[in-house]
């Protein structure tokens, strides 16, 4: 069993930056394909970012590309969510994900493990 623990959300203004973590409990990270996801109150959980097994590749939702970075630290079975530039419209729980795959994954019924979330709140 994979196990997903985000950490890193807050309450931050407009124009500041955040790092989410999401550390994985599997021996065998450096297989597994991560992403990020977000919710927000009343709407459906999105796609926002994707890393591949390759820390070279990534897929990003249109709407974070050049704000939000992801990455992986196979070593540290952890994988981290920079994020930029916050808009108010950031607001939401997000949630990091995990699947054994060769190829990216961008949809959320493509993975089969999930963090509880973390809240992340950016006021204007």
């Known amino acids: 069993q994979v196990q997903l623990v985000e950490s890193g959300g807050g309450l931050v203004q407009a124009g500041d930056s955040l790092r989410l973590s999401c550390a994985v409990s599997?021996?065998?990270?450096?297989?597994?394909?991560m992403g990020w996801f977000r919710q927000a109150p009343e709407k459906e959980r999105e796609f926002v970012a994707a890393i591949g097994r390759s820390t070279g590749n990534t897929n990003y939702a249109d709407s974070m590309k050049g704000r939000f970075t992801i990455s992986r630290d196979n070593g540290k079975r952890t994988m981290y969510l920079q994020m930029n530039s916050l808009k108010p419209e950031d607001t939401a729980v997000y949630y990091c994900?995990?699947?054994?795959?060769?190829?990216?994954?961008?949809?959320?019924?493509?993975?089969?493990?999930w963090g509880q979330g973390t809240q992340v709140t950016v006021s204007s």
């Open positions: 599997s021996r065998t990270f450096s297989l597994l394909v």
């Open positions: 994900a995990a699947v054994n795959s060769p190829r990216l994954v961008l949809h959320t019924g493509g993975y089969d493990y």
